[in-house]
């Protein structure tokens, strides 16, 4: 993977929303949720199923967020993942992180051909975490 993508992507003052972001603790999305807004991003916690997570307002869908976020952050399905890049592209957000697991050609390839930068195939904990000084 581009480091040099990977660090873009993380930069402090960028805005994380993460779809699929879930109440149990056990699975990813929780996981993800609570290490970037441990870390201080400004985060937006994305599961229509869901009215808040660790406190925090959740939101039905990107659309319904207050802010626009700078990175997208998918821990869903792949066949999830393919709708919510098309909403990405809509909502002019041109950087979209797919959790391993939530990654599709197709979708990878939809956000190439749409001038998107995309990183899949690593987790952004591990390299957030990695990058720590």
């Known amino acids: ?22 109440r149990d603790p056990r699975k990813y999305g929780y996981q993800v949720y609570k290490d970037l807004k441990n870390a201080g991003y400004e985060v937006y916690p994305v599961n229509p199923n869901a009215r808040e997570i660790l406190g925090d307002k959740c939101y039905p869908s990107l659309e319904s967020l207050p802010v ?25 957000i041109k950087k979209v992180w797919m959790q391993p697991g939530s990654e599709s050609e197709m979708a990878i390839n939809f956000c190439r051909k749409n001038g998107m930068d995309v990183i899949h ?8 975490r990695s990058r720590q000084k």
């Open 68 to 92: 626009k976020p700078d990175v997208v952050d998918l821990v869903v399905p792949p066949k999830i993942t393919e709708v919510v890049v098309k909403t990405c592209k809509k909502l002019g």
């Open 1 to 22: 993977m581009n480091e040099d993508l990977i660090k873009a992507f993380l930069k402090e003052k960028n805005i994380f929303a993460v779809v699929g972001a879930s």
């Open 121 to 128: 195939g690593v987790c952004v904990m591990v390299e957030r």
